[in-house]
């Protein structure tokens, strides 16, 4: 069940970010070399990387795990962006512009979780009533 994750709004935005976060922490003091900055880009990195990965997996289940993966390291992000907003290692404006995008990201990203998963009970749904009638 391969699906064409470049062709994903949700691979997009989260690829686009993850851009736009490797260039905000090219700015970042060095002593969060092994800190934040190493967190954050590994964050980011990981959304885009566990969509596509997903992509290819033979189960919807399974593309849901890996949709799950992203949605936590979006999660990191926010705590991420935060701390930086309040070390001052970035800007109000630019926590608020990042931050937007992030939470576009993680409400696109949650709806087509919920998507997937809903599927998930209609079969169910649907296979249940179909035993009971045929008893």
């Given at each position: 069940m391969s699906r064409n994750?470049?062709?994903?709004?949700?691979?997009?935005l989260s690829y686009e970010?993850?851009?736009?976060i490797s260039r905000?922490?090219?700015?970042?003091?060095?002593?969060?070399?092994?800190?934040?900055?190493?967190?954050?880009?590994?964050?980011?990195?990981s959304i885009p990387l566990n969509?596509?990965?997903?992509?290819?997996?033979?189960?919807?289940?399974?593309?849901?795990?890996?949709?799950s993966y992203a949605y936590g390291s979006a999660?990191?992000?926010?705590?991420?962006l935060s701390m930086s907003k309040d070390l001052n290692y970035i800007t109000k404006g630019e926590y608020k512009l990042l931050f937007g995008k992030l939470d576009k990201l993680m409400a696109k990203l949650f709806g087509f979780?919920?998507?997937?998963?809903?599927?998930?009970?209609?079969?169910?749904?649907?296979f249940t009533k179909f035993r009971n009638e045929e008893k």
């Open positions: 994750y470049k062709n994903m709004e949700i691979f997009k970010l993850s851009l736009e905000l922490l090219d700015r970042f003091p060095e002593k969060e070399k092994d800190n934040i900055i190493s967190q954050m880009r590994r964050a980011a990195t969509i596509a990965e997903g992509s290819v997996k033979k189960s919807p289940r399974e593309f849901l795990n890996f949709l999660k990191e992000i926010d705590v991420l979780m919920e998507n997937i998963e809903s599927r998930f009970e209609i079969k169910k749904k649907f």
